[in-house]
T-cell receptor, first 113, second 114 residues
Framework: DQQVKQNSPSLSVQEGRISILNCDYT??????FLWYKKYPAEGPTFLIS?????DKNEDGRFTVFLNKSAKHLSLHIVPSQPGDSAVYFC????????????FGKGTRLSVIA | DGGITQSPKYLFRKEGQNVTLSCEQN?????MYWYRQDPGQGLRLIYY???????QKGDIAEGYSVSREKKESFPLTVTSAQKNPTAFYLC?????????????FGEGSRLTVL
């Protein structure tokens, strides 16, 4: 029973365009959400996060949107660059960080030059 | 520099052998975690430890064992009971009760069973 779902295994986007990666969750107790980026044969690195008290968080080219009523979040990358090509994992935690992160299966983003 | 060190990066094992993957951190983090990554499966939690001398099973603990004798170290043993051990293993750490839950990961260890 997946609590965090990333339904798109892969996504291809042209360089300079917007990349939108989606994530859905089922556990209404989740109160903090994170996105990680992972290159092959490396550990994931933290990208951006959002608390359940917000609906948007922005950091440079990366913006995460949270829709609590729909239990849905999305990561927007604008403009997309070839170096953004990686696997992106959505993760969630609750309550107040005392439980391990629950990860989605990831979405492989390919940015085509 | 502070960080998490996993070793070895690549490991080959014959069927029936136990192997131990090392994870050391100098971030003074309280909690440490082991995840396994398989293609199309995302990151699945094997074991975690929030304080020294205590650890809990994750979602896929069968065939694995851990110890947490020191705050800095959280080794993972893949036993012969693990039916499909070939995978990429990731160790992570965080401050206990960090409300953000942000994990810091090591570079990973790839285990291949021959």
């Amino acid at each position: 029973d997946q609590q965090v779902k990333q339904n798109s295994p892969s996504l291809s986007v042209q360089e300079g365009r917007i990349s939108i990666l989606n994530c859905d969750y089922t556990n209404s107790m989740f109160d903090y959400f994170l996105w990680y980026k992972k290159y092959p044969a490396e550990g994931p690195t933290f990208l951006i996060s959002i608390s359940s008290i917000k609906d948007k968080n922005e950091d440079g080219r990366f913006t995460v949107f949270l829709n609590k009523s729909a239990k849905h979040l999305s990561l927007h990358i604008v403009p997309s660059q070839p170096g953004d090509s990686a696997v992106y994992f959505c993760a969630a935690t609750s309550p107040r960080g005392n439980t391990p992160l629950v990860f989605g299966k990831g979405t492989r983003l390919s940015v085509i030059a | 520099d502070g960080g998490i060190t996993q070793s070895p990066k690549y490991l080959f094992r014959k069927e029936g052998q136990n192997v131990t993957l090392s994870c050391e951190q100098n971030l003074n983090h309280d909690a440490m975690y082991w995840y396994r990554q398989d293609p199309g499966q995302g990151l699945r939690l094997i074991y975690y430890s929030q304080i020294v001398n205590d650890f809990q099973k994750g979602d896929i603990a069968e065939g694995y064992s851990v110890s947490r004798e020191k705050k800095e170290s959280f080794p993972l043993t893949v036993t012969s009971a693990q039916k499909n051990p070939t995978a990429f293993y990731l160790c992570a750490s965080t401050i206990y009760r960090d409300p953000t839950g942000e994990l810091f990961f090591g570079e990973g260890s790839r285990l291949t069973v021959l």
